[in-house]
């Protein structure tokens, strides 16, 4: 299993999905040894989830830079040494490790998973070589229109994604947007090697966070806090279409500061909220907290009054992460997204949350005053249990499963006895 994003690295949901994937696959008969990068191409560490890695697994953590850290003299450094991604250099340290674990550990089948494009080209380059069946993982897409943004860059990440067209036996997304594009993007490859597989949430630490937390204690008693948990991006989360209907609907008397918190956990850009904060003089009721270890940051989505959720139209095949978190929580959901995309269909499916879009202050004016007097009134839906169930990443787990066993049965590797349940939904 080929991830950059893994314990000690903090900072990204992608861990998430890659840890549980590794704790329950045994469950399903697979073994995974994990091919990740060494700690020092991290841009932040912490011992949080290390424990979370099971103790029999093998963590193989092979030689890698982060080329603005490492490669760059006065925070400049040849472009080259940068595409796909800042972690090429992985690429150097990750082929020559992956085939000391095939050859000596009789590996079956190869997995790797992107946003970091160095990793589909180390699962490439290994397929390649040793004739293995592989499987690649979409948590989004690559090649996307005006993203990269400089052209170099986005034809280095055109080049990687061709080969994991060319090469893989199959591929999995965790949307049924994204699939469907690359369906038509590369319709060659057929929809029995296309799968989704979603993102999700893990019961187990959940159960720990609650079995800890008292959900009766609000954050703020007497106000209403609204909790944005993890990172806003200047463009795909641009928060200041909120913030702007936020200063109007304060100057307006719509909304009183002294009983409203907007509150951001771990958004990394402080600064630009700080700024657009002033800008529309809401920094009354607006907070910017630090990142906290990932059981606090659950307990505290379980404590808040509503969750919020930021996501643009340009972002219409991808869902955040944090959402299924969201929806384990059994809180209400503003969710500011494109009321057409996927975001908002699995908003729809789970019968969950409130939806306007992200890039519109007039509509979200409108939207947050309605929002908040559901919320004081207990009108607002929220996720059915048993349904989210379904979203649980042991349920996640036993799809990917049906993947590999899928994909190696093909490729004639012994596979593990077969499951009885049905097969993950196809696009």
Not at 3 to 29: D, K, M, Q, W, Y
Not at 231 to 253: K, W
Not at 360 to 389: H, N
């Amino acid at each position: 299993m080929i991830a950059f994003h893994f314990p000690p690295l903090t900072g990204s949901s992608g861990i998430h999905r890659t840890l549980n994937f590794v704790r329950h696959l045994p469950t399903f008969g697979w073994s995974p040894l994990v091919l990740t990068a060494h700690p020092r191409a991290y841009e932040a560490v912490s011992d949080d989830q290390l424990a979370a890695v099971p103790p029999h697994t093998l963590v193989e953590r092979a030689f890698a830079l982060n080329t603005a850290r490492h490669l760059s003299l006065w925070r400049r450094y040849p472009a080259f040494l940068a595409r796909p991604d800042r972690w090429v250099s992985w690429w150097l340290g990750a082929v020559p490790a992956g085939l000391r674990l095939i050859r000596r550990h009789g590996v079956d089948l190869i997995w790797s998973t992107y946003p970091i494009a160095t990793a589909h080209l180390i699962g490439a380059t290994l397929a390649k070589l040793t004739g293995l069946p592989w499987v690649a993982d979409f948590r989004d897409p690559m090649a996307q229109d005006g993203y990269p943004s400089d052209p170099k860059t986005w034809q280095s990440f055109k080049r990687v994604e061709e080969r994991v067209f060319d090469r893989g036996s199959a591929f999995v997304f965790v949307t049924p947007g994204a699939a469907r594009m690359y369906q038509q993007r590369y319709p060659g490859i057929g929809a029995s090697r296309v799968f989704v597989v979603e993102n999700g949430y893990d019961e187990e630490t959940f159960a720990a966070a609650e079995a800890a937390t008292d959900r009766t204690q609000p954050l703020h008693p007497g106000m209403t806090t609204l909790l944005h948990s993890g990172v806003v991006y200047p463009s795909e989360r641009n928060p200041e279409p909120l913030l702007a209907a936020l200063g109007e609907l304060v100057a307006a008397g719509r909304i009183d500061p002294r009983r409203f918190r907007l509150r951001f956990r771990a958004a990394v850009h402080e600064a630009l909220l700080r700024r657009l904060a002033a800008k529309y003089s809401v920094e009354s009721c607006v907070e910017l907290l630090p990142p906290v270890p990932y059981r606090e940051a659950l307990a505290e989505m379980l404590r808040a009054d509503a969750l919020l959720i930021l996501q643009s139209r340009d972002c219409n095949e991808q869902i955040p992460a944090k959402l299924y978190e969201y929806l384990r929580c059994a809180k209400p959901v503003l969710a500011l997204t494109d009321p057409e995309g996927d975001t908002a269909n699995l908003l729809r499916r789970y019968h969950a949350g409130r939806v306007a879009p992200m890039e519109s202050k007039e509509e979200i004016a409108r939207a947050l005053p309605q929002f908040l007097a559901g919320l004081a009134q207990g009108t607002l839906p929220v996720a059915d249990a048993g349904e989210v169930k379904s979203a649980s990443r042991f349920e996640r787990t036993r799809e990917l499963a049906r993947v590999l066993d899928e994909a190696a049965s093909t490729a004639g590797v012994r596979v593990p006895a077969a499951q009885q349940e049905p097969p993950p939904r196809r696009p």
